[in-house]
């Protein structure tokens, strides 16, 4: 806030705090004309009368502590503009305060599974535990929480990789997050092209399609450059995330549409990062969970 907003915010809290007060004394007034306190006004509705009661103390005493405390709770505590408050609470020092208070009391936890390579502790019992915990809080709203994906996220529970299996390939994946980048190909190929070579991803996993389509679908799957990411063989590439076309895995949907989507107009998939959101020791465990997904069974 600027200094100038800031008075503005106090001024305007303080005087609205003291037209309470104000306003409070101001209605107590008797004014000229009026009955004084305790007396009939001379208001009267079928022979009923009304007496000018005063509010009853315990209320009005309310109405002053109201006043009073906030005077002091903006003394204490940041609410008048850029003043920090006597106390120098802040909700951002309380969260920090509580993370490190987490840190110390878990941290060493942590730590002692981080010196332990992933295949041993995803044997762990307790390891796994502490890393299924972790993996419902930070990773469950996009692959699910029994980590099986759903389209457009892959399911990490089938030993199937976009970016390889090995302990060294998950915690790389978690720590620096994946960008899956397919170009869109319908510019290039054309719609009959697109019907062709899909026709001709879809044979590959032994679907039922047209052999003619297939076949000009196979040529184009080299000319358009398809080879160049998915392999001679479509077998994919784990080093950009490349799927294997040739399983009955798939990320982005499994119908003719999508494949013909997928392969029209691209799709960008990002994985986020977690070192610096998590920290090292918490990815290695997390890691070592991933991996047990698939390797204890
Ligand atoms: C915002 C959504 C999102 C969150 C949160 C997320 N992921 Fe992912 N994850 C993805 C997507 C999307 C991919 C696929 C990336 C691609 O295709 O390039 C992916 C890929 C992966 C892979 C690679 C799978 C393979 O086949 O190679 C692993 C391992 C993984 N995530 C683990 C995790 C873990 C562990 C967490 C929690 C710390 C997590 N993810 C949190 C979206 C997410
Ligand atoms: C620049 C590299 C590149 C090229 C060229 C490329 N792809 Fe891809 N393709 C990818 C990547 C990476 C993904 C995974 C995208 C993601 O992570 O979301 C993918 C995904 C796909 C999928 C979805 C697979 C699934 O499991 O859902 C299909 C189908 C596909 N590509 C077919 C093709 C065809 C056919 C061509 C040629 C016309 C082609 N790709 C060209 C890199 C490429």
Redesign the pocket.
């Known amino acids: 806030m600027t200094t100038l907003a800031s008075y503005w915010v106090i001024a305007l809290t303080l005087v609205n705090i003291f037209a309470c007060y104000w306003l409070i004394k101001w209605t107590m007034k008797v004014r000229e004309g009026e009955s004084a306190v305790g007396e009939v006004t001379g208001h009267a509705w079928d022979g009923l009368q009304e007496y000018n009661n005063p509010l009853p103390r315990w209320w009005l005493w309310l109405f002053y502590f109201t006043i009073v405390f906030a005077l002091v709770y903006l003394v204490l505590y940041p609410g008048l503009g850029n003043f920090k408050g006597m106390l120098g609470w802040s909700s951002a020092g309380q969260y920090m305060d509580e993370v490190k208070t987490a840190d110390a009391k878990y941290g060493p936890i942590f730590a002692r599974f981080a010196g332990t390579p992933i295949p041993e502790l995803a044997k762990d019992k307790q390891a796994m535990e502490a890393g299924r915990r972790l993996f419902a809080t930070y990773c469950t709203q996009c692959h699910g929480s029994d980590a099986g994906g759903t389209t457009h996220f892959p399911n990490l529970t089938d030993n199937d990789w976009?970016y390889g299996g090995t302990p060294e390939k998950i915690k790389e994946t978690i720590l620096n997050g994946r960008n899956?980048?397919?170009?869109p190909?319908g510019p290039?190929?054309g719609e009959q092209g697109v019907e062709e070579?899909a026709a001709y991803?879809m044979s590959l996993s032994g679907r039922e399609v047209d052999p003619k389509l297939a076949e000009a679908g196979k040529q184009?799957?080299v000319s358009?450059?398809?080879v160049?990411?998915?392999g001679m063989d479509a077998k994919g590439n784990q080093a950009?995330?490349?799927?294997n076309?040739t399983d009955t895995?798939?990320?982005?949907?499994s119908t003719a549409r999508s494949?013909k989507e997928?392969?029209t107009k691209g799709?960008?998939?990002h994985m986020p990062a977690h070192k610096d959101f998590l920290g090292e020791d918490k990815v290695h465990l997390l890691a070592a969970y991933v991996y047990s997904l698939s390797h204890n069974k």
């Open positions: 976009l899956g980048l397919m170009p190909m290039v190929l070579v991803v184009k799957f358009a450059g398809c160049g990411c998915h950009i995330g490349a799927p076309l895995t798939w990320l982005h949907g494949i997928t392969i799709r960008k998939s």
